[in-house]
């Protein structure tokens, strides 16, 4: 099991260019999001699935579209960059959205935008 | 929303045990209680959850005061490798059902060789 794989990790772009993020989980999971963490912060949910081809908004979502057209696959999307979104960015996902349940989380993409 | 409240540093020498503390005086009867801890340059990973009774896992135990206003994370024997930033999170299914964990700052936590 890979568990939750992102590509890339590494990206610099200059400010207005767009790019995606891919997230994919082999886990068989319902849920999944997106996080940003900011230097010497905690993590701050972006958007969030609670399965294929359903999405929702979380804390920061503005500057960001998401998808998933299919269950393993999470994909984020930056439609004009900003510096202000130069971040590492974390995909996770769920079993399910209970309470219990665990995230797991993948390696990260650190995105500089110029 | 429930809150935790966190030292934000502590140091323990390697191979002695180590109890991180998390305040969480407004917590509800349904919240559980999450640790994750982030290694350097490393996304999030699992410690351990629990509602109202002490738990044991591999990596760690959580002591959960009997109020439930406070909780511990005791690492057995700290090594090198659990030097990380320790998150102390708490989940209400009601509240918070399909939606994100909340990350405060954490606990830094350093080990000394």
């Known amino acids: 099991n890979a568990g939750v794989t992102q590509t890339p990790k590494f990206r610099v772009l200059k400010t207005g260019q767009s790019m995606t993020l891919l997230c994919a989980q082999d886990?068989?999971?319902?849920?999944m999001y997106w996080y940003r963490q900011d230097p010497g912060m905690g993590l701050r949910l972006i958007h969030y699935?609670?399965?294929?081809?359903?999405?929702a908004k979380g804390e920061v979502p503005d500057g960001y579209n998401v998808s998933r057209l299919k269950k393993q696959n999470f994909l984020l999307g930056l439609e004009s960059a900003a510096p202000s979104q130069t971040s590492v960015y974390f995909c996770?996902?769920?079993?399910?959205?209970?309470?219990?349940?665990?995230?797991?989380f993948g390696p990260g993409t650190r995105l500089t935008v110029l | 929303d429930a809150k935790t409240t966190q030292p934000n540093s502590m140091e323990s020498n390697e191979e002695e045990p180590v109890h991180l503390p998390c305040n969480h005086s407004?917590?509800?009867?349904?919240?559980?209680i999450h640790w994750y801890r982030q290694l350097p340059s490393q996304g999030p990973e699992y410690v351990i959850h629990g509602l109202t009774s002490n738990v044991n896992n591999r990596m760690a135990s959580l002591a959960i005061a009997e109020d439930r206003k406070s909780s511990t994370l005791i690492l057995h024997r700290a090594t090198l490798r659990d030097a990380a930033v320790y998150y102390c999170?708490?989940?209400?299914?009601?509240?918070?059902?399909?939606?994100?964990?909340?990350f405060g700052p954490g606990t830094r936590l350093s080990v000394l060789p």
């Open positions: 999170i708490l989940r209400d299914v009601e509240r918070d059902y399909g939606q994100n964990f909340v």
């Open positions: 407004t917590i509800s009867g349904t919240d559980y």
């Open positions: 886990m068989n999971h319902e849920y």
């Open positions: 996770a996902s769920s079993w399910r959205g209970e309470s219990y349940n665990e995230q797991f």
């Open positions: 699935s609670v399965g294929e081809g359903t999405t």
